[in-house]
């Protein structure tokens, strides 16, 4: 379990005062560039050989507005559907109210030759011990 | 069937050299609301009574990359799930090929005291017609 | 004097893998709304009035880049011009390193029936105070 | 003499309900990616041997607000400051109206050894006979 807090600056608030949905994709993605960089990695060097990252499919249920200044936080949990595919479920909150929930991200990787491959070792193993 | 054309820009591309989600996301949204507006409403006012649209789930499954300069065509459509919830389907292509497939958001509509009202009439009836 | 700290996120990576200047630009923007608002006020109500605030120029130069999850320090300060003109000078930091000298927005005042109004006076003080 | 046409998009404009100054500088921005790419060349290789572009000043006064929908019109015109130092001047503009006066960037030219070069011959030209 990986978690990041994010305050909501004017950038994330839209027309109608609350924050984007832009917003909160730059959320997800932000965390995610964080675990792998907590890990060593990053999305254009995946696995210490140039592979990359590629989002595959993207899903969301939004359940509350959030407004300038609000504090939210970001939760990662890993889950291997394939050993090619990994999932990102987030869960998105602030003051413990669910404010997305079902957030999936999956992804796949890719060379650098640019052919699919195996999800990186260090990854799939994360993704089991936290389904335990 | 509803469709605009876009020219990728600067601002679309990030770190990658390739389209941002957040720039689709982007594309996604400003086609509905230049749908909105070609029907005289817009997304904060949807109906002449100062009610508005909330997006309550997004999804979509990337099929192919995108690059500066390069056009898109976002294509919706829309589905009446219930006579409180409407669905916008999108599909973007470029010279024909599909780069994103199954782009859905589900959306509600809220009065101005903030309570759900059924999806106005003249989208209900696009709907209808539409699904022939 | 007010300044804030921010952290680089992957938002703020363009193209070229640097920071890009619509970033730079955000953070001077930020970073001006919660001063604002560290005082009670914000930048559509400006004075208890609903008086707003205007930028009318902008002008800086960059000397050094600025990277991925990098912390960059911005630092404001008032200064008044007339009784009717403020001007903002920010300097932007990483390390003790100068990113960006002479960053000046200047701003004016509007009432909510959007005239030109005097500098609210608790800014007025500030700026004097500052200035010493 | 260069110039492009832009239709404002949702993501450019901001909580006060008008055109965000950094859509504005994405504006800029744009323009002049447009106008190197229309000669054959892009920022990240300006002159066939991977040199790039740096932006070391910017400046604008801002003069009216804009709106979604809204079309602007950017003007640019070349101008040598002196061998090595090039300045992009801009206008922007909606129905023949001065949205933004003296937009200014000044930029550099760097070798993919980093290191300042002068400016690109043809770009020098462009300069001389615009200022005719």
């Known amino acids: ?12 608030i839209n027309y109608a005062n609350h924050m984007d949905h832009l917003a909160l994709l730059n959320y997800l ?5 964080r ?12 696995d210490g050989n140039d592979s990359g990252l590629v989002v ?7 359940r509350k507005e ?7 936080v970001v939760l990662l949990q890993l889950e291997l559907k394939s050993p090619t ?4 479920n987030y869960t998105i909150s602030k003051n413990d109210d669910v404010v997305v929930a079902n ?3 999956k992804v796949a990787f890719i060379s650098k030759e640019r052919k699919i491959i195996a999800v990186p070792e260090y990854l799939q193993k994360l993704a089991k011990s936290i389904n335990l």
């Open 66 to 72: 959030c407004f300038y200044g609000e504090e939210i």
């Open 29 to 33: 993605h932000e965390t995610r560039v």
């Open 1 to 12: 379990m990986y978690s990041q807090r994010y305050n909501l600056t004017i950038r994330d």
């Open 85 to 88: 595919r990994l999932v990102f």
């Open 35 to 46: 675990f792998l960089r907590s890990l060593g990695y990053s999305e254009l060097d995946v």
């Open 56 to 62: 595959a499919d993207l899903q969301c249920s939004y």
């Open 103 to 105: 957030a999936i991200i």
